[in-house]
């Protein structure tokens, strides 16, 4: 059970990735960083884009309710887009407090 949510987690945040690079707002260099730091300190990708300050969670916010309002419609290769994009956290009652640690431990270390 565990492997299917970490694969869905992943789908997903390949499917953010590759959404800012067709949108120009994110380099293909700029994506395999993030999946690599996402990767290495446990961060899920919006995390990582937030604190490298390479996108804003506007901007996240954003594509987050662009992808739930396609949720029911097929994509062009007929496959279905995720309806749980903007769920890609888990259900912890400490994540507002650990998103903020992490972000500050990021800030640290990028300035």
């Known amino acids: ?29 700029q994506a395999e960083v993030a999946r690599r730091d996402s990767k290495n300190m446990s961060m899920d990708i919006e995390e990582v884009l937030v604190a490298r300050k390479w996108v804003s969670e506007d901007v996240l916010s954003g594509l987050k309710n662009h992808e739930t309002e396609q949720s029911d419609a097929s ?22 407090f650990n998103l903020s640690r992490y972000r ?4 640290e270390i990028l300035d």
């Open 75 to 96: 994509r062009s290769d007929g496959t279905r887009t995720s309806a749980a994009l903007s769920d890609t956290h888990g259900s912890s009652d400490d994540y507002g």
């Open 104 to 107: 500050t431990w990021m800030r």
């Open 1 to 29: 059970m565990a492997s299917a949510s970490i694969s869905k987690s992943r789908s997903l945040n390949e499917d953010i990735l590759q959404t800012l690079i067709g949108q120009g707002i994110l380099s293909e260099a």
